[in-house]
């Protein structure tokens, strides 16, 4: 399996796992550049394609999520991480994430495969066509029942949800199917239609549009694609202190209780959800007033708010902040 990682880890910064279409690797090298200068990113040729070893056999959605699922183990361990897909990758990673939600913190879907693509081409285009149309027809439904290097079948299916995971869709703007003559119109509407069946993979779905993109949105605009991938992974690190810290930082939270200064010596103020963020991403910057910085505060309050009401049905008092950074609410609620 070839695998390639690069950039270095980002404080607060979830893993990004890029996984490519119908090709390999290779469209992908330049866009997995820009995005490891701000964090660590990792790619894969899957069975089949590039790098990678030929599959033993016909593939489905079951045995290539298993490759995935080693893939994540080996760059990831038991990290969640966000899922960037283009095309077809984005079709096995919708069908991925609702079976593996603690692998996955978030979703960028770059003009994924519909999840209906099988009806969507034979009940668009009909058999009886012999033009260029019907030609296109054979070719694609032929690559669907598994004529692919990676032997992978297509099979249509309802999406399901993956939770509230942030997840952000972005389809092309330049109708590259409507020069297939006659059926281009409608293949476009199948497309789109596509792209909103896969917003229910979760409550925080976004679709956009990439207006100068065609089918390669991440090699035409990858600043589209740039923007999409650090609101994910800035809404995904939000949401990673559901989870109780680790028990250094645990301690360290439930300190600040009784003695509100940080490492760096300065004042917090016990309860304040911009110091709660602190001690979840472990930092304390003097300043938090730029941009990114109010977004992340405004997600860490919502988190402190939310899970305090439904552990204790109360609002959150002076301390709870820091109490549920230390994964004690549960315990308070429960004594």
């Known amino acids: 399996m070839k695998v390639s990682c690069s950039g270095e880890p980002a404080a607060g910064r979830p893993l990004v796992v890029l996984l490519h279409g119908g090709d390999d690797l290779t469209t992908m090298t330049a866009f997995q550049e820009t995005l490891s200068a701000d964090g660590r990113v990792c790619s894969y040729d899957r069975l089949g394609a590039g790098g990678s070893d030929q599959p033993e056999g016909p593939q489905d959605y079951d045995s290539v999520g298993e490759t995935l699922t080693g893939v994540l183990d080996q760059v990831a361990g038991d990290e969640p991480v966000v899922l960037v897909r283009h ?97 281009g119109e409608g293949l476009e509407e199948d497309w789109t239609a596509g792209q909103h069946k896969w917003l229910a993979l979760s409550e925080d779905s976004e679709l956009s549009t990439a207006e100068n993109s065609g089918h390669y949105i991440h090699v035409d605009e990858p600043d589209v694609a740039v923007a999409a991938i650090d609101e994910v992974t800035t809404r995904a690190a939000g949401r990673r202190p559901s989870s109780p810290l680790p028990r250094d930082r645990a301690d360290l939270a439930l300190a600040q209780v009784q003695n509100p200064v940080g490492p760096g010596g300065q004042r917090l103020v016990v309860g304040d959800d911009d110091d709660a963020l602190a001690l979840l991403v472990g930092e304390f910057p003097e300043e938090r007033d730029d941009a990114l910085g109010r977004l992340l505060v405004e997600i860490a309050g919502g988190l402190v708010r939310a899970q305090h009401v439904d552990v204790t049905g109360e609002r959150p008092g002076d301390g709870d902040a820091l109490l549920l950074t230390a994964g004690q609410l549960q315990h308070v609620a429960a004594g």
Request: aromatic content about 6%.
């Open 87 to 183: 095309s077809m990758g984005g079709l096995i990673a919708g069908r991925y994430a609702p079976d593996h939600q603690d692998r996955g913190a978030g979703l960028v879907l770059l003009d994924s495969t519909s999840p209906t693509a099988v009806a969507d081409v034979s009940d668009r285009i009909p058999e009886s066509d012999t033009g260029p149309a019907g030609e296109l027809r054979a070719q694609t439904l032929a690559i669907f029942a598994g004529e692919n290097p990676e032997l992978l079948v297509f099979t249509d299916g309802e999406v399901t949800s993956a939770g509230d995971i942030p997840v952000r869709l972005i389809q092309h703007g330049q109708q590259y199917l409507g020069e297939v003559p006659e059926y």
